[in-house]
């Protein structure tokens, strides 16, 4: 290490001990409130991302949901005996199962 990198990592000869000690810890402070910002910056992207995928995969199964009920309406239009059979031994099952 060179004289002037020594002078530089020393402090000077009359410096106080609670001035080093204060400089330190403001030292200190500085690092922790640098890395509790790096933190709450990836929290915060990580919280908007989470969002933004709630709300695609909200989206995706209301539109599931709408083609659901648009291939019940075609099925129920194509084959209504079918259908009335499907829903009156639905009904008789679930009536079955909650009088348990």
Known sequence: MDQKA????????DE??????ARSAH???????EHARSTEDRLRDSA????EQARAT?????ERGREY?????????ARPLTALG???AAGWLISRLGSR
């Open 86 to 88: 499907i829903a009156f």
């Open 16 to 21: 106080r001990v609670t001035d080093r000690a």
């Open 48 to 51: 908007s991302h989470a969002g």
């Open 6 to 13: 020594k002078a530089e990592a020393s402090p000077p000869p």
């Open 69 to 77: 009920g648009d291939d019940i309406q075609r099925f129920v239009v």
């Open 27 to 33: 030292e200190t402070i500085d690092r922790v409130a």
């Open 58 to 62: 909200a989206d995706q199964v209301r």
